[in-house]
């Protein structure tokens, strides 16, 4: 697969090519629809499959002081599509230049003279340019001579699928209808930091995670039933999410993994956690042996919940 990052870096004579356009965030199964029809189409006509997005989200040009979380960073981004079988990825700045083109301009300046675009593949609420008014029926009046195809939406449980419904369901701790509309379990990366190691005097040594990317959604504050990726092997463990009122005053959010049946030194490892199942709320007990005995009983519950799900811990 080709990464760009800059339309200026494009280096190949595209003779033609089959295209869609979009935030992608998260990657989900309503995106996966979409790809599947670039790749047919790819396949049938012998052409390229070519995805445009942005190397940041278009909220952050528009509201910069406003905060905007993101279900994927850009290299998760760039490594799903390229396991997909994706040819071509074009990650762009969503910048004034970008925001400013009409619809027309997008696509006669971008679609037709850079990459000799044949076919365009739309999603179901998917549009470009200025004021979103490059749609199906625009491009279908405006240059005929391009096919566009539409993708319909994906509905799981009489809810649409969306990036904006997954984000929902992440805040509010519920992972496994996260799952159900990824397909995959959502994950955090990030570096094993030096925390207090309060978790090693009692039993419960953790590996504090540095997330990578500043603006990647955490879920809801509480305890989580999780697989960690470590040193290239999987782990089941237990992730607590929040401040830990019990041990401290401090509102500094931990992300903080107990990995079952491990004991190794990972300090500055680059490691990943997907979220299952949560367990329980965050809070604040009323003695240190009180907590104690709380971690060993979400032990055991995670442990019976992966014994429920068919996987082995």
Do not use: W
């Amino acid at each position: 697969m080709r990464l760009y990052q800059s339309l200026n870096e494009i280096d190949i004579q595209l003779n033609s090519c089959v295209i869609t356009v979009g935030m992608f965030d998260g990657l989900h199964l309503g995106h996966m629809s979409v790809l599947n029809r670039v790749k047919e189409i790819s396949k049938k006509e012998n052409i390229p499959s070519v995805i445009l997005t942005f190397s940041n989200h278009p909220q952050t040009y528009f509201q910069p002081n406003i905060s905007n979380v993101v279900l994927s960073s850009l290299p998760e981004k760039v490594n799903q599509l390229s396991q997909f079988g994706i040819d071509i990825v074009i990650a762009i700045p969503f910048d004034a230049y970008i925001a400013g083109l009409s619809a027309h301009d997008f696509a006669s300046k971008i679609l037709i003279d850079q990459l000799n675009v044949k076919h365009i593949v739309f999603g179901y609420d998917n549009h470009f340019g200025h004021n979103r008014e490059g749609s199906k029926a625009f491009v279908d009046v405006e240059f005929p001579h391009i096919c566009t195809h539409r993708v319909s939406e994906s509905i799981i449980n009489d809810e649409v699928v969306s990036s904006s419904l997954i984000k929902s369901k992440i805040q509010s701790g519920e992972m496994q209808q996260a799952f159900t509309l990824l397909g995959y379990y959502y994950e955090l990366k990030g570096c094993v930091i030096k925390g207090d190691q309060l978790g090693r005097t009692i039993g419960f040594p953790t590996a504090n995670l540095r997330l990578d990317i500043a603006d990647k959604l955490v879920p809801r504050h509480g305890v989580y039933l999780t697989k960690s990726t470590v040193l290239g092997k999987e782990y089941f463990g237990m992730t607590n999410i929040g401040v830990r009122p019990t041990v401290t005053q401090s509102q500094e959010l931990r992300i903080e993994t107990n990995l079952f049946n491990f004991d190794m030194d990972i300090y500055g490892e680059e490691i990943g956690v997907e979220f299952i199942e949560r367990l329980r709320d965050e809070q604040k007990f009323d003695s240190f042996p009180a907590l104690v005995a709380q971690l060993h009983q979400d032990r055991i519950n995670a442990n019976n919940l992966l014994a429920q799900i068919h996987i082995a811990s």
